[in-house]
């Protein structure tokens, strides 16, 4: 069975710095996806980034990249340029890829994340 | 933009009661799915369904069941509500077509007492 590990349940960075969210997955498939996923206080759960398995270069959307080593099984989000609207719980998430059809994610434990202006 | 939407954002119930809750998506997706979010655990899936009048089990499924009588449409039942039920419930949905994404709904928060 797949698991994902977030080993941070809280992490704090001041406003306008750059923080990283840890991410470890296990999985025996070579075709797969991960997503960063942002729960603000609001609740609305959203997606941030994802990263296709198949794909070596790092997914990046505006301020928010990847750091994806397959072989070390490990799928960090780096945050730049820290916004007070960057606080959120942040999911880490995979699914197998989409030959496998529909397909559930797995979910870690979440990383409470705090800006500091 | 896609909207999946739930009944209720808070609900109190008393142990025993049978409970219902819903969720509604507007983007004819043909996946959907019951998760339960405590903290410390992250999200755990209870059902999910990949077409009207299907369903599996997920992770937590006990003491839980859906219904999907309508695809744009997942409920999921507490047949007998229980103090350990307590527990914010997120719905989900996304296309089989582009599958890169879940849709959340708001969430549910229920308290049993």
Partial sequence: AQTVTQSQPEMSVQEAETVTLSCTYDTSESDY????????????????IRQEAYKQQNA????????????AKSFSLKISDSQL???????????????????????GTGTRLTIIP | DVKVTQS?????????????????????HENMFWYRQDPGLGLRLIYFSY???MKEKGDIPEG????REKKERFSLILESASTNQT????????????AYEQYFGPGTRLTVT
Avoid: H
């Fill in chain 1, 85 to 107: 609207g960057d606080a959120a719980m942040y999911f880490c998430a995979y699914r197998r890829g989409l030959n496998f059809g529909n397909e559930k994610l797995t979910f």
């Fill in chain 2, 8 to 28: 209720s954002r808070y609900l109190v119930k008393r142990t025993g009661e049978k409970v219902f809750l819903e969720c509604v998506q507007d983007m004819d």
């Fill in chain 2, 51 to 53: 077409d009207v009048k």
């Fill in chain 1, 60 to 71: 990046t959307e505006n301020r928010f990249s990847v750091n994806f080593q397959k072989a």
């Fill in chain 2, 87 to 98: 527990s914010m419930y997120l719905c989900a949905s996304y296309s089989g077509t582009f």
């Fill in chain 1, 33 to 48: 996806y991960l997503f960063w996923y942002k729960q603000p206080p609001s609740r609305q759960m959203i997606l941030v």
């Fill in chain 2, 64 to 67: 839980y069941s859906v219904s």
